[in-house]
């Protein structure tokens, strides 16, 4: 997979070996930076790309990964969960489509980071009737609003 990756500065050495990671897994990254203090810029350009299907998923990081969170679901389609545990990680996917996740540098362990993207980006959202029909309410609601 394509996957686009970006932070704030202050997640700069955090991202870096989170990139080399990704890598290892055998996914491409295209790291979108920042050097921009105003973190929403990056998630923005992260969101923007996964959106338009550039790339087939993100990965931003700020302190707690809140801020990225928030800044990455104003972009239209794109869908951005901040996960901290396993199980969340993989329900991004499986449950609700997210085509971004977000971590926090200052909240979560670097181990703990790598488990929880690995989990993420083995999975594969697939549409079923418990689901589907959630993800097509807000991806339905963003259409119309």
Known sequence: MKIAVGCD??????????????????????????????????????????????????VLFCGTGIGVMVAANKVKGAYAANVLNVYSAKRACLSNNCNIITLGSQVTGNMLAKELIQAYLECTYEYTERSGPKVDAYVNYEATH
Do not use: T
């Open 9 to 58: 500065p202050n997640a700069q050495a955090y991202k870096e070996e989170m990139i080399e990671f990704i890598k290892s897994l055998g996914h491409e990254v295209e790291d979108f930076g920042s050097d921009d203090p105003i973190y929403a810029n990056v998630a923005f350009a992260v969101g923007e790309a996964v959106a338009a299907k550039k790339y087939d998923r993100g």
